[in-house]
């Protein structure tokens, strides 16, 4: 059970059907690597970026994902593939909703 409560899963976003399993710890590394710095280690943010704890339980998967992979305002790109990004929206969801 906390395996699964561990474990989340998303599409790839190719069209064969099969779905990537996202894990929380590889997502928790990818956040403290990649994020920390702006969001902060427990996600409040700051002035110039936003608090994950208000934003992420009310954006859509597709919408974080957006986000992630083509930046807005001061906040990059990343060229995260197929499993890092299940990864990271594992540990986001996981953390903060």
């Not at 992979?69 to 499993?83: I, R, V």
């Amino acid at each position: 059970m906390l395996l699964i409560a561990m474990l989340v899963a998303c599409t790839d976003g190719k069209d064969t059907g099969e779905d990537v399993v996202g894990v929380v710890a590889d997502g928790g590394a990818l956040y403290t690597s990649n994020c920390v710095g702006c969001h902060g280690a427990d996600g409040a943010g700051t002035d110039t970026y936003p608090s994950l704890v208000e934003e992420v339980p009310g954006l859509a998967d597709t919408e974080i994902e957006e986000v992630v992979l083509n930046g807005k305002e001061a906040m990059p790109a990343y060229e995260f593939d197929t499993q890092e990004m299940a990864d990271m929206l594992a540990y986001l969801r996981a953390t903060f909703g």
